[in-house]
């Protein structure tokens, strides 16, 4: 049960990783502001290739795509998950994680595999910080919100890394990339997703953390608002966000075909958007 007190915050299962351990600032600033750090896409290349694994491995046994992998088939690719709010222990705070994976499998024994795709040759040291996001997407997958995604039993977690080694032109007009998969099992231990969650609770409920001098966006911010402060005859804004209708969460202002218009800080996770007014 909640109080009055009680704060709910909707958090993406990515932000839990590099965004979380790299600037407490800007997780803070974009779980309970709303204001995000300027959007860094993936370079093009990287998202066609992941589209085309997981339609290529779409209801293939996983014997077919690699022996590493535990015995099963692909039965899910690139679905939405949302969990039940999530209380955390001595803290007014209750989490809903939300997010978007890559594959999942139904194992022989009937349970399930969650696998995120990778480019590139495996960082251990990146491993503890991946693991985050899968746990997040096994805890909504176990423990999903009212209408999402779910399933049994999530038995293990890991990385499928391509790791590109030799290109090949075949005339006319084509080139293939060769490499090996890489499986790289990872841990599945709740309890590292719980302390996860209570670092994210001490934040969220303190004092705005310092600006991050490793951060180039806090950086950037203060160097920034400096000149806007002691620019002659300026009075700073503040604009208020809507409330995203889908998910709850804060919205930020985008501009689109038809001019700007407010979507939600979850996307691509939720889609919610409303109309500038």
């Known amino acids: 049960m909640t109080t009055a007190t009680s704060q709910a915050f909707t958090i993406a299962a990515s932000d839990l990783t590099f ?26 290349i990287f998202t066609i290739l992941a589209g085309l694994q997981k339609d290529y491995y779409s209801g293939l046994r996983t014997e077919q795509i690699s022996p590493e992998l535990p015995p099963g088939i692909v039965v899910f690719g690139e679905k939405s998950v949302r969990s039940k709010p999530i209380p955390i222990p001595e803290s007014s705070v ?18 399930y595999a969650v696998i995120d795709f990778k480019t590139g040759r495996p960082h251990p040291e990146k491993s503890d910080i991946y693991e985050r996001q899968l746990l997040a997407y096994a805890y909504a997958l176990e423990h999903p919100a009212e209408d999402a995604m779910g399933v049994q039993r ?40 719980y302390s996860t969650l209570s670092k994210a609770a001490r934040l969220l409920t303190g004092p705005l953390p310092a600006s991050n001098s490793d951060c180039e966006w806090c ?17 700073p804004v503040r604009i208020v966000p809507p409330r995203c209708p889908r998910c709850g969460g804060e919205m930020q202002l985008r501009r689109g075909s038809y001019g700007p218009f407010w979507g939600c800080i979850n996307y691509p996770a939720c889609t919610g958007t409303r109309p500038r007014t």
């Open 19 to 44: 965004l979380l351990e790299g600037c407490p600032r800007c997780f803070v600033l974009k779980v309970k502001h709303g204001v995000r750090q300027p959007s860094m896409p993936l370079p093009t």
């Open 94 to 111: 209750t989490f809903t994680l939300i997010g978007r994976f890559d594959i999942v499998l139904r194992l022989d024994d009937g349970t």
């Open 154 to 193: 999530v038995s293990h977690i890991g990385l499928l890394y391509f790791v590109p080694q030799a290109v090949r032109v075949d005339p006319p007009s084509r080139q293939t990339v060769n490499g090996d998969l890489k499986w790289v099992p990872l841990e599945k231990d709740y309890g590292r997703l």
């Open 219 to 235: 950086r950037y911010g203060d160097l920034y608002a400096d000149r806007l402060v002691n620019a002659p005859g300026v009075r």
